[in-house]
């Protein structure tokens, strides 16, 4: 099977109670690629600016990530500026600057079109829209969100996710989307709009999984030293989603698994900042947090 990611690669600059660190490697695409690169080798269709380093693009490149479809334009690459307080699920946004994020136009290349998985990560709807006309005959697609495009592209947003099976989207995003406050009825108002599977992501308190003859829950690991919070949802989107490729199979305890992985491959990235974690965990390491995740969920 393939996996293709389509999203944001950016250099954030990021402020915690840690620490600060300027300029580095984040986006939608870029976390959940790397996490996806532990059990497939996925295919990601991005854009950045002359300033992304070189070297970063060679370390994606020997993770087993095809950056065929990542374009490096003229101008600057998207930048985000945030601080986070004690509490790591509540974030400032200090600046953006689109820059050559601005006139992105995903265009997959003629093999990326034949892919099996299809994850749209966070774009405009209508390019989410244009990614799934390219596209083939996808046996599995996703997408995220994010509250910009929920206040301002609702109608668009909709038509996306009448066309996708699965749904990933915090409890804020879905709450807003269905103008519901119980999570379990707005999971179900979402899967009427056409998904298979709504994943409803609840930072430290993990994941809820709707589906029509199930709901699952899946903690987050627990975990004392939080460092960088950012980019955890699209890693463990992409953890999700590339054990899924690996599987090669969409059961529901396939569904439930792949749902324990993400949070496995989300748990590494908040331990340090950025894409740091993600580009050093081992598979070692993955398998013994997978067995903790057991260890937590049996009774």
């Not at 065929?68 to 945030?82: Q, S």
């Not at 999570?183 to 709009?193: C, D, N, P, S, T």
């Not at 960088?228 to 590339?242: E, K, N, V």
């Not at 396939?254 to 491959?265: E, K, L, N, Q």
């Amino acid at each position: 099977m393939s996996l293709v990611i389509i999203g944001s690669t950016a250099l954030d600059t990021i402020e915690t109670p840690f620490d600060r660190r300027e300029r580095i490697v984040g986006g939608s695409c870029s976390y959940a690629s790397l996490a996806a690169s532990y059990f497939t080798k996925p295919k990601i269709v991005s854009v950045a600016g002359e300033d992304f380093p070189r070297e970063i693009i060679k370390k994606f490149n020997k993770k087993g990530i095809d950056t065929r479809g990542m374009t490096l334009e003229e101008g600057k690459t998207f930048f985000w500026e945030g601080r986070y307080g004690q509490n790591p699920n509540q974030r400032t946004t200090l600046k953006t600057e689109i820059n050559v994020f601005q006139d992105f136009k995903p265009e997959l290349p003629p093999d990326y079109r034949e892919a099996d998985i299809v994850f749209l990560g966070t774009i405009d709807p209508e390019l989410q829209l244009d990614v799934l006309s390219q596209v083939k005959n996808p046996q599995l697609t996703a997408m995220d969100t994010i509250n910009l495009y929920i206040e301002n592209r609702k109608k668009s947003l909709l038509e996306v996710i009448s066309k996708v099976d699965i749904f990933f989207g915090n409890d804020e995003e879905v709450k807003k989307i269905t103008q519901e406050n119980n999570l379990i009825i707005a999971g179900r108002k979402m899967l009427e709009q056409g998904p298979s599977f709504v994943v409803i992501k609840k930072g430290e308190h993990g994941v809820i999984i709707v589906e029509d003859q199930f709901i699952s829950g899946i903690p987050a690991h627990p975990c004392e030293d939080v460092r960088d919070p950012t980019g955890a949802g699209d890693s463990f989107a992409g953890g999700f989603l590339g054990y899924l490729d690996q599987v090669k199979s969409f059961e529901e305890k396939d569904i439930r698994r792949a749902a324990v992985y993400g949070s496995v491959m989300a748990s590494f990235t908040i331990e340090d900042f950025g894409t740091d974690r993600l580009m050093t965990v081992t598979q070692s390491e993955i398998k013994k947090r997978y067995k903790e995740f057991k260890n937590l969920v049996s009774f």
